[in-house]
């Protein structure tokens, strides 16, 4: 059983910038795969950034160039130039991984914290 406790949520206006932490329990990074899910009120949960333990990652075009996931002691997403429709509970989860790369397919992850909110403001 892995815990993940998600935090760094909040409220901000657009153009402004988060910094998401995930820490997971115990501490598994060498051998799982993590990712960042969103989920806006009425909508379904869309992947946005995943990060293997070799370190590739993979990222939903609706936030390349403006959102970084990284691993070291914690999971992050770095937000920046955040928009209106970033406004969502945003979830860490893990996966065992498949040697296939990073996945954004949530079927795979095993694992997920209670989330965190995130609210843009225009």
């Known amino acids: 059983q892995v815990h993940l406790v998600e935090s760094g949520g909040g409220s901000v206006e657009s153009g402004g910038s988060l910094k998401l932490s995930c820490s997971a329990s115990?501490?598994?990074?060498?051998?799982?795969?993590m990712a960042w899910f969103r989920q806006a009120p009425g909508k379904q949960r869309e992947g946005v950034a995943g990060?293997?333990?070799?370190g590739s990652t993979i990222y939903a075009d609706s936030v390349k160039g403006r959102f970084t996931i990284s691993l070291d002691t914690s999971l992050y997403l770095q937000m920046s130039t955040l928009k209106p429709e970033d406004t969502a509970m945003y979830y860490c989860?893990?996966?065992?991984?498949?040697?296939?790369?990073?996945?954004?397919?949530?079927?795979?992850?095993?694992?997920w914290g209670q989330g965190t909110q995130v609210t843009v403001s225009s």
């Open positions: 115990p501490v598994t990074y060498r051998s799982y795969c």
């Open positions: 989860a893990v996966r065992q991984c498949s040697g296939w790369g990073p996945s954004l397919d949530s079927h795979e992850y095993i694992y």
């Open positions: 990060i293997d333990s070799d």
